[in-house]
């Protein structure tokens, strides 16, 4: 019997739901909020020719599926093949990233190494005894002089909080036990290193000609192909659930009106929960409030490439500097030479804010005003020449990263029960949709496999059982926990 399906945004999670129900000959709907761009955080956006990603998006996964699907979406000639490269910088200097600490001392300098290597002798000699918090736990593993030059500033960036008040169980979770000798031990012998290649670090990934937004542009083609409709600039405003029928009607703030037995939801939950009529108990609506989320800026700024700029090959940049307010430098044609017009004559380099939408400050700056601070930073990096710019571009992303404070846990389970028991057709899917911080491989199996249990009629896969890398867990072997994805960073209690 066919179903009819309506999907809630045309991201990750959102396209590859509609792709595999239309393979499954389900009827599908998908309402994009945005005029233009499909792809949610993970489209291209464009402006005079350029390219620009929101934030920087790897295809690579450890699910064979999940790269399977990749290939089977993209045209095998548009994915190339990228080596990884990142780097940290401070100071004026750029050190690898992973941290080479041979490398990164000598690049210090000899006074400022002594001064590292005597602070991390005092703190294997005198560490916290039981360190609570980011700053006494990463303290402890490299020394506070490291600490500050290497995790402190972007940690704080990124986050909005001291790190004196992020937990140390979050630093133990992200660092992954490494200290200042486990890391000379390895980068001295390599060959000594045990276990899988971590997946924050691989060598090497795929990518879009023309950036990820290429991907999901053509999976929309391909749904569009196949039968399914795609309706642009239509923001949901309004869910009305029949439970006699257990079916659907979804209203848009520009007057059009969906029916289905089923709907699919990538809105982040705290948006998702006011709009359901009849409305969910007050529990589950000040649950869904309470959900935070970090916000993000990306200002795209274009220039002429001239001699007197540092050759970078990175991908992306990390800015440990707090003499300025960016987090992280994306260096677009290093993601592909196709993002950039005029290949080794102009560059574009995308800069990233992470702030809070709810607070004055970045947020609330005029578009000029941000591209001029974007501007003065680089030429403050030394990335560039004031006189070689040629445009610039803001973009503001809400809810780019779901936070995961003391209570989130509680909340999310709260919202789970009450949904699944009085609303069994609603199915919550990827980053927003479900509140976990996760890549958009784990947002694609949590769509893939929402698709087969709405085909089979049944619940035959606990959405929330997929871990961290895309890989379904069975009961009783996976993580029962909301979290069980990239770590976050949670208060001291």
Same mark, same amino acid.
């Given at each position: 019997m066919e179903q009819s399906v309506i999907i809630i945004g045309a991201g990750p999670a959102g396209l590859t739901a509609a792709y595999r129900l239309c393979q499954l000959g389900c009827r599908v709907t998908v309402l994009e909020a945005d005029p233009r761009y499909v792809g949610?955080? /993970?489209?291209?956006?464009? $402006?005079?020719?350029?390219?620009?990603?929101?934030?920087? $998006?790897r295809f690579y996964s450890k699910s064979p599926e999940i790269e399977a699907l990749w290939t089977e979406l993209c045209e095998p000639e548009e994915l190339i093949t990228r080596q990884r490269s990142s780097r940290i910088y401070y100071r004026g200097k750029f050190f690898s990233y992973p941290l080479r600490p041979v490398e990164a001392l000598c690049g210090l300098g000899l006074a400022e /190494?002594?001064?590292c290597g005597l602070s991390y002798v005092a703190a294997r000699l005198r560490p916290h005894p039981e360190p609570a918090n980011?700053?006494?736990?990463v303290s402890n593993q490299f020394g506070s002089r490291l600490y500050q030059i290497f995790f402190?500033?972007?940690?704080?960036?990124?986050w909005g909080m001291p790190c004196t008040e992020i937990s140390a169980d979050w630093a133990a979770q992200r660092i992954k036990g490494l200290n200042l000798y486990r890391a +000379? =031990?390895?980068a001295l012998f390599p060959h000594k290193r045990k276990g899988g290649q971590i997946k924050t670090l691989i060598d090497s990934f795929r990518y879009p000609r023309l950036g990820p937004g290429q991907l999901w542009e053509q999976c929309?083609?391909? =749904?569009?192909?196949?039968?399914?409709?795609? $309706?642009?600039?239509?923001?949901?405003? @309004? +869910? /009305?659930y029949a439970a006699d029928t257990q079916s659907w009607e979804v209203g848009t703030e520009a007057g059009q009106s969906h029916s289905g037995a089923h709907v699919i939801s990538t809105a982040a939950i705290g948006d998702l929960a006011p709009m359901i009529?009849?409305?969910?108990?007050?529990?589950v609506r000040e649950a869904a409030g309470a959900l935070s989320y970090r916000d993000f800026?990306? =200002?795209? =700024?274009?220039?002429?490439?001239? @001699? /007197?700029?540092?050759?970078l090959s990175d991908q992306w940049i990390y800015i440990h500097d707090p003499g300025v307010q960016v987090g992280r430098v994306q260096n677009y044609s290093a993601w592909s030479p196709d993002m950039v017009p005029g290949a080794g004559e102009m560059l574009c380099y995308g800069l990233e804010y992470f702030c809070f939408a709810r607070e004055e400050g970045l947020w609330a700056m005029a578009d000029a005003d941000l591209e001029r601070l974007a501007i003065d930073e680089l030429v403050t990096l030394g990335l560039l020449e004031r006189e070689s710019v040629t445009g610039a571009k803001v973009v503001r992303q809400r809810k780019a990263y779901p936070v995961y404070d003391e209570h989130y846990s509680q909340h999310v389970a709260t919202i789970r029960e009450e949904l699944a028991r009085d609303y069994p057709s609603l199915h919550l899917v990827g980053r927003n949709g479900m509140h976990k911080y996760n890549n958009q491989d784990h947002s694609m199996m949590t769509a893939l496999l929402c698709a087969e249990n709405i085909a089979a009629g049944e619940t035959k896969y606990d959405l929330w059982q997929i871990n961290e890398d895309a890989a379904y867990g069975e009961a009783g072997e996976a993580d029962h926990s909301v979290s069980g994805l990239r770590a976050v960073p949670t208060r001291v209690e």
């Open positions: 949610g955080i /993970s489209r291209t956006e464009e $402006h005079d020719g350029f390219r620009f990603d929101i934030g920087g $998006h /190494s002594m001064r980011f700053e006494q736990w402190k500033t972007y940690t704080e960036k990124v +000379l =031990v390895s929309a083609e391909k =749904v569009r192909a196949m039968g399914g409709e795609i $309706h642009m600039g239509q923001r949901v405003a @309004q +869910l /009305s009529e009849p409305a969910p108990s007050p529990t800026i990306t =200002v795209a =700024v274009m220039a002429r490439a001239d @001699q /007197s700029q540092p050759d």
